[in-house]
T-cell receptor, first 114, second 114 residues
């Protein structure tokens, strides 16, 4: 199938361990951030989002941390499973309403070692 | 399946030929987006519709590219006089108007220009 992971930074994690994927964003005016997961041959899939007025948000097995001071975003995946293997993209948006152009960052390929 | 669908999934064409891709969004979504993704990169925004109105076009969308959404439902993206540099995955996404930006992506159309 289609590979979206070529030439991407790769994170290899043992199954059951926690994963941390980092992202630096550039637009200080961005006020909404999203993490997407993209499996080979598929379109990006929404994982979790966070508004700029928050510094942490938790979902099921995932946590997003936002540090606006250094324009850094991270995605933490607890108890990583083989099904988590994919390319992960952070994305940013300026403005909470209206036109919703989303700018994607460079992805990180997560490889889960069974 | 009530997700975003795209057809065809793969298209191989010779340089100079015209190609057209179709996207069927989630039925109640009135916003529709086209993105292009090359290997190892995140999706890049191309254009956006709200209902049948095309409200934004990226500078990436040269005059050889045209998109339509004539009845505010499905959309087509046409590339005229294809070039090898047009080889990429073309992704479609849709979203609601209200609320934050959860965009639902289709599986993409992989274009190869030989």
């Amino acid at each position: 199938g289609e590979s979206v992971g070529l030439h991407l930074p790769t994170l290899s994690v043992q199954e059951g361990d926690n994963s941390i994927i980092n992202c630096a964003y550039s637009n200080s005016a961005s006020d909404y951030f999203i993490w997407y997961k993209q499996e080979s041959g598929k379109g990006p899939q929404f994982i979790i989002d966070i508004r700029s007025n928050m510094d942490k948000r938790q979902g099921q097995r995932v946590t997003v941390l936002l540090n606006k001071t250094v324009k850094h975003l991270s995605l933490q995946i607890a108890a990583t499973q083989p099904g988590d293997s994919a390319v992960y993209f952070c994305a940013e948006k300026e403005g909470l309403g209206g036109y919703q152009k989303v700018t994607f960052g460079t992805g990180t390929k997560l490889q889960v070692i069974p | 399946d009530t997700g975003v669908s795209q057809n065809p999934r793969h298209k191989i064409t010779k340089r100079g030929q015209n190609v057209t891709f179709r996207c069927d969004p989630i039925s109640e979504h009135n916003r529709l987006y086209w993105y292009r993704q090359t290997l190892g990169q995140g999706p890049e925004f191309l254009t956006y519709f709200q209902n049948e109105a095309q409200l934004e076009k990226s500078r990436l969308l040269s005059d050889r590219f045209s998109a339509e959404r004539p009845k505010g439902s499905f959309s087509t993206l046409e590339i005229q006089r294809t070039e090898q540099g047009d080889s990429a995955m073309y992704l479609c996404a849709s979203s609601l108007t209200t609320g934050l930006v959860e965009q639902y992506f289709g599986p993409g159309t992989r274009l190869t220009v030989t």
